[in-house]
Nanobody, 123 residues
Framework: QVQVVESGGGLVQIGGSLRLSCATSGRTSTFYAWGWFRQAPGKEREFVAAISWSGATAPYADSVKGRFIISRDNAKKTVYLQMNSLESEDTAVYYC????????????????WGQGIQVTVSS
């Protein structure tokens, strides 16, 4: 079993930055791919970014391209999402997820999920 815990969320002003972390424990493996997803109130969960065990990244969601960066530290078993130039539309609960094999942009492809963490961008 793999446990996934997100941290680093909170309240930030428009134009600000946050870095989310996703720490893993349990029967973890560096051969997992990881994804970040988000869900705003009244909307479906949407793909944000993903990264393979080797560090190869999926194409970012158009809405975050050029502003968000996903990275991972296999030694620390942690995945990060650096979020810059935040916009009010980035307000959502952010989820980290893991799967065996390569990265995927589909939430259904992921086996392990964190509980989610709130990010609120305000003026």
């Amino acid at each position: 079993q793999v446990q996934v815990v997100e941290s680093g969320g909170g309240l930030v002003q428009i134009g600000g930055s946050l870095r989310l972390s996703c720490a893993t424990s349990g029967r973890t493996s560096t051969f997992y791919a990881w994804g970040w997803f988000r869900q705003a109130p009244g909307k479906e969960r949407e793909f944000v970014a993903a990264i393979s065990w080797s560090g190869a990244t999926a194409p970012y969601a158009d809405s975050v391209k050029g502003r968000f960066i996903i990275s991972r530290d296999n030694a620390k078993k942690t995945v990060y999402l650096q979020m810059n130039s935040l916009e009010s539309e980035d307000t959502a609960v952010y989820y980290c997820a893991a799967r065996t094999g390569g990265w995927s942009t589909s939430p259904g492809a992921y086996d392990y999920w964190g509980q989610g963490i709130q990010v609120t961008v305000s003026s």
